[in-house]
C-alpha cells in the first residue's frame, strides 16, 4: 500500500519503545523504605483513583500527588526521595537508541516524540539518556492535557507539525494506541521485538543498516 519512499515523519513513543520502564520499580522502592507500607496496595491506590492518568493529563501536580500518598500511608520519605524514586523507573533500549541515532542522520525523515508522560520523567530521561535529545519536536501529554489512545492527541501532533498522515508513521508498544492513530490514516508499527520492527520498518523506508 505504501510506497518506499512515501514515509516523511517518523513518530516515536517513549516508554517501552525507546526506553523500558517499570513502575514495579517506584512501588517496591517506596515500600522498602518505608518498611511498614504493601507495595501492592500502594499501587492500588494509585490506579484506583486515577492519580497515574490525573499525573499524565497535567491535572495532578506531583507536590498534590506527593500530599496524597504521605496522608494515605504515613509516608515518612521527603519530596525529593519520594520524586527520585518515581523517576528511576527506566532503563534504555539499546536497539532503539541505535537506530534513532542513525535515522537522525538521514536528512530525509523528521522525528517526533509522542509520549503519554509527566514532567519528573521526561526530565529524568533527558538527564540520563541523553540520545533522547536528539528528537527535538515533542508532544507531551502533561503539557497539552491529552493522552493516547485519545485520538485528540494523534490528531493535535498532525496539526502542530503540519504532517500528512499517509506521510507518517507512528512507532508504538501499545495497540490501542496504534488503532487510534489508524483512524486518523496514520501508518503504525507495533513495536513488540525489535526483530519484528526491523522488519516493519525496512518496508516503509528506506533501510538504515
Ligand atoms: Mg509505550
Same mark, same amino acid.
Given at each position: #500500500? +505504501?510506497? =518506499?519512499?512515501?514515509?516523511?515523519n ?8 525507546l526506553?523500558?520502564?517499570d513502575l ?8 522498602e523504605?518505608?518498611?511498614?507500607? +504493601?507495595a ?23 507536590? $498534590?500527588?506527593?500530599k ?7 509516608? =515518612?520519605?521527603?519530596?525529593?526521595d519520594?520524586?527520585?524514586?518515581? @523517576? ?26 509522542? @509520549?503519554?508522560?509527566d ?26 492535557? #491529552?493522552?493516547?489512545? $485519545? ?6 501532533t ?13 512507532? $508504538? $508498544?501499545?495497540?490501542?494506541?496504534l488503532?487510534s492513530?489508524? =483512524? ?14 526491523? @522488519? ?6 528506506? @533501510?538504515?543498516?
Open positions: #500500500m +505504501n510506497k =518506499k519512499s512515501g514515509i516523511k517518523i513518530i516515536f513513543d517513549l516508554g517501552n519503545t526506553v523500558y520502564f514495579g520499580y517506584f512501588y517496591s522502592g517506596i515500600a523504605r518505608e518498611k511498614r507500607l +504493601n501492592a496496595k500502594f499501587k492500588k491506590f494509585i490506579i484506583k483513583n486515577r492519580l497515574d492518568i490525573k499525573l499524565i493529563t497535567g491535572r495532578l501536580s506531583h507536590k $498534590d500527588f506527593f496524597k500518598l504521605k496522608k494515605k500511608f504515613d509516608l =515518612k520519605i521527603g519530596y525529593n519520594f520524586i527520585y524514586f518515581y @523517576s528511576d523507573i527506566f532503563w534504555v533500549n539499546e536497539n532503539m537508541k541505535r537506530f534513532l541515532e542513525k535515522i537522525s542522520r538521514v536528512k530525509k525523515y523528521k522525528l517526533y516524540l509522542l @509520549s503519554n508522560t514532567s519528573p520523567h521526561i526530565n529524568f530521561i533527558n538527564n540520563n539518556f541523553p540520545f533522547i535529545k536528539i528528537i527535538k519536536n515533542r508532544v507531551l501529554s502533561y503539557k497539552v492535557n #491529552m493522552a493516547k489512545p $485519545d485520538k485528540k492527541i494523534f490528531q493535535y498532525l496539526d502542530k507539525f503540519k504532517l500528512l498522515p499517509e506521510e507518517t508513521v507512528l512507532i $508504538d $508498544d501499545i495497540k490501542e494506541n488503532l492513530a489508524q =483512524k486518523l490514516g496514520i501508518n503504525t508499527i507495533h513495536y513488540s521485538s525489535h526483530r519484528k520492527f526491523t @522488519s516493519e520498518i525496512s518496508r516503509l523506508i528506506k @533501510s538504515v543498516k
